[in-house]
Structure formats: C-alpha cells, structure tokens
C-alpha cells in the first residue's frame, strides 16, 4: 500500500529553523509537491508549492531532490505561532493499478518552545 | 485571495437524519472541489473529486449513496451525509482548485465538524 509518510513530531525552540521531511516514494510524474499547515479545528492553510529543486516564498522553503521522492520544508527563525500540524500533498501512482491518488501524508506535529 | 468557506462550521444530529454541508469558493471559480474527512489526530483523508457539471468521482471504501455530492456551480459543491450514524462523526473539510491556468494549488475551506448522537 502505497504510503507517504512524515516523523510524527518535532519539536524547536523560537528563532531556529525547522526541516520537516516527507517521503513520497511513489509519487506520480507531472504534479506537485504541496505542503499545508494545520491549526486544530480549522482546515489546512498552504505554505509552499514546487514540483522540482528549490523553491522560496516570504515564509518557507521547499526542497525536491532529483528523483522527487522526498521533500523537505524548510521554516526560517520560527515562533510560537508555528506550532502547529504540518502536511506534504501529492499524487501517488498506486502499484499495479494504473490509478492516481490525491494523498496527505501523516503530518507533523511541531512544537516550539520559548 | 482563495477564500472558501463551509457551513455550517459545527452540527449536531440525531442518528438517522441526513445533514449536508455547503462548500463555497468566495472570490474565484472553482473547476475542482474536493471533499476530505479526518479524524482526531489523523490526517485528511480524500472521499470524493468534484467536478463542476458532472458526477463527482469518489474514492474506494467512500460510499456514493450515503455520501451525495453536489457541484451545481463554480462556486458551490455540496456533500449530504445521508442517514448519519455517530461512526459518521468526523470533521469534513472541503477544498476547490481555481480554474484554469494550470493552476494545481487546492484552497481549503475552515471545515465542518459533525457530531451524530
């Protein structure tokens, strides 16, 4: 079963920088790495879109190496207000079955501290 | 900009009673929505791809007939849970992708939590 999978949880202290990784082994060729952010009982607010290399917005970085098997969310100097659930999305290419599917990974659970 | 919006935020049923739940996309159009449910601490899982004007496409396990998804316009999709029982309780998020322009980011809505009693 094809799966697309984060480390449960991180935790950091305010002003340091978070790499948070997904792996994503059987992603589908032609569509995008996504990564939301999670706030309890509220939806998924989008952080970063890239498909390959390296990509940059006011607030994060994404990371894609060559074979776009993972990808790394980079957040510069966080603060308390990021703790918070983080996602990677993408489409995975389901073995066998020649079907595509629209799949969260498991989320991250970042804390950060004072 | 991408606002989406869902309501109602919060509904409480008795078993048996069907509840639907609106999903709009306030300030684009909207080719694509999609409809998600997560459970506590998991992640979102996708039920059904919305398609404006044409049936919606649902995902294995998701039953179509106690799951009916609307999407009438490029504003508006609609999921109806049919015949709620308390295992339906979850929190439903809805998301739409903007119309053309190979635009491939999905905005999502603030979600709906449903408690059937």
């Known amino acids: 079963l094809a799966k697309t999978t984060q480390p449960i949880s991180m935790d950091s202290y305010e002003g340091q920088e978070v790499n948070i990784t997904c792996s994503h082994n059987n992603i589908a060729t032609n569509d995008y790495i996504t990564w939301y952010q999670q706030f309890p009982s509220q939806g998924p607010r989008f952080i970063i879109q890239?498909?390959?290399t390296k990509v940059t917005n006011e607030v994060a970085s994404l990371f894609i190496p060559a074979d776009r098997k993972s990808s790394t969310l980079s957040l510069p100097r966080v603060s308390l207000s990021d703790t918070a659930v983080y996602y990677c999305l993408v489409v995975e290419a389901i073995m066998d079955t020649g079907r595509r599917a629209l799949t969260f990974g498991s989320g991250t659970r970042l804390q950060v501290q004072p | 900009g991408a606002v989406v919006s869902q309501h109602p935020s919060w509904v409480i049923c008795k078993s048996g009673t069907s509840v639907k739940i609106e999903c709009r996309s306030l300030?684009?159009?909207?080719?694509?929505m999609f409809w998600y449910r997560q459970f506590p601490k998991q992640s979102l899982m996708l039920m059904a791809t919305?398609?404006?004007?044409?049936?919606?496409?649902?995902e294995q396990g998701v039953e179509k007939d106690k799951f009916l998804i609307n999407h009438a316009s490029l504003t508006l999709s609609t999921l109806t849970v049919t015949s709620a029982h308390p295992e339906d309780s979850s929190f439903y998020i809805c998301?739409?992708?903007?119309?053309?322009?190979?635009?491939?980011?999905?905005?999502f809505g603030p979600g709906t939590r449903l408690l059937v009693l």
């Open positions: 998301s739409a992708r903007a119309v053309g322009g190979g635009a491939k980011t999905q905005y």
């Open positions: 890239g498909y390959k």
């Open positions: 300030d684009f159009q909207a080719t694509t």
């Open positions: 919305s398609n404006e004007g044409s049936k919606a496409t649902y």
